[in-house]
């Protein structure tokens, strides 16, 4: 997994010494900055335990999300439906 690291404090690192940066110096210096504390979730529309009936989507998981889920939800027991043969899983 690559590790994410926040826009902002590159840039501010890239502008700092604009104009006396080489490209192998400039990518030295992001690749210092720290890395976020982050996982990637799965989203509930893209989850196993995700269901619909008459339009309302929830989560089947008895730990999971109580209520309404929505698509765009998530949580820690999130688990990535299996993907039909021959399609890729979406990069965000």
């Known amino acids: 997994m ?3 690291i926040s826009r902002e404090a590159a840039l501010k690192s890239i502008r700092l010494w604009r104009g ?3 490209v192998e110096t400039a990518a030295a ?3 210092a900055l720290s890395a976020v504390d982050a996982v990637p979730v799965v989203r509930c529309g893209e989850c196993k335990w995700w269901k619909i009936d008459d339009d309302v ?3 089947t998981n008895p730990d999971g999300l ?3 889920a929505k698509l765009d ?3 820690s ?3 990535r439906k299996a ?3 021959g399609e890729e899983a979406r990069d965000e």
Do not use: A, K, R, T
Request: aromatic share 16%.
């Open 66 to 68: 109580d209520n309404y």
């Open 57 to 59: 989507g929830y989560c």
């Open 83 to 85: 993907l039909p043969e």
């Open 73 to 75: 939800d998530f949580c």
């Open 77 to 79: 027991y999130g688990v």
């Open 29 to 31: 210096e992001i690749i």
């Open 20 to 22: 006396m940066l080489s």
């Open 2 to 4: 690559d590790d994410l």
